[in-house]
């Protein structure tokens, strides 16, 4: 089936430590996205990227870092400038049609400062 | 700029009609969304209406969009245990790749 997997579903990480999330879709979507989710916030979102080898940040990249080498993985990096790092993180990708723009999403990782 | 506003929680009791509202700011928005988030998971589309239709109805869901007043809502009639999620409201952007989300209202179903 294709869709979109993100791993791990829970990450535990240490001040001061970095740590990679995995996105990974086999939809052949050319965009993908990184937002995070805090309660009563909604999505906000990290990184985009629309095409491999480029990317965008988005309205809170301060503290994440992303790579887009190939179309199918778009990892986030939450290094140990990220101050505040707990929180829900969910991977999506889009596609435009002729009728509409519609996008999809991972499970997500709840990642946890330990 | 481009916002999507809704509020945090509603609560109904099972069996009744629930109905989640919106409002947006982009009058050139061309479509409009309802996604569903259930309980540690990622959000799924519920349903999405284009701009120049008022109503669209897919069995118990129903959008209702005001143009006028750049109001959504989504009515769910006789809600269900099942329901209990998150619903996110969304318009398109000016980018081709680009979804402006509201904050997501929290369904909470009563016995």
């Known amino acids: 089936d294709g869709g979109i997997t993100q791993s791990p579903k829970y990450l535990f990480r240490k001040e001061g430590q970095n740590v990679t999330l995995s996105c990974e879709q086999n939809?052949?979507?050319?965009?993908m996205y990184w937002y995070r989710q805090d309660p009563g916030q909604g999505l906000r979102l990290i990184y985009y990227?629309?095409?491999?080898?480029?990317?965008q940040k988005g309205d809170i990249a301060e503290g994440y870092s992303v790579s887009r080498e190939k179309k199918e993985s778009f990892p986030l990096t939450v290094t140990s400038a990220q101050k505040n790092p707990t929180a829900f993180y969910l991977c999506?990708?889009?596609?435009?049609?002729?009728?509409?723009?519609?996008?999809?999403f991972g499970q997500g990782t709840r990642l946890t400062v330990v | 700029g481009e916002d999507v506003e809704q509020s945090l929680f509603l609560s109904v009791r099972e069996g009744d009609s629930s109905v989640i509202n919106c409002t947006y700011t982009?009058?050139?928005?061309?479509?409009l969304y309802w996604y569903k988030q259930e309980p540690g998971a990622g959000l799924q589309l519920l349903t999405y209406?284009?701009?120049n239709m008022d109503m669209k109805q897919d069995q118990r869901l129903t959008v209702l969009l005001n143009k006028k007043d750049k109001h959504l809502s989504l009515r769910i009639a006789d809600t269900q245990t099942g329901d209990s999620a998150i619903y996110f409201c969304?318009?398109?952007?000016?980018?081709?790749?680009?979804?402006?989300w509201g904050a997501g209202t929290k369904l909470i179903i009563k016995p």
């Open positions: 209406i284009f701009s």
């Open positions: 999506a990708s889009m596609v435009r049609r002729a009728l509409n723009t519609e996008a999809f």
């Open positions: 969304a318009e398109k952007g000016d980018s081709n790749y680009q979804l402006i």
């Open positions: 939809l052949n979507h050319d965009a």
């Open positions: 982009d009058s050139s928005s061309t479509y």
């Open positions: 990227s629309q095409i491999v080898n480029d990317f």
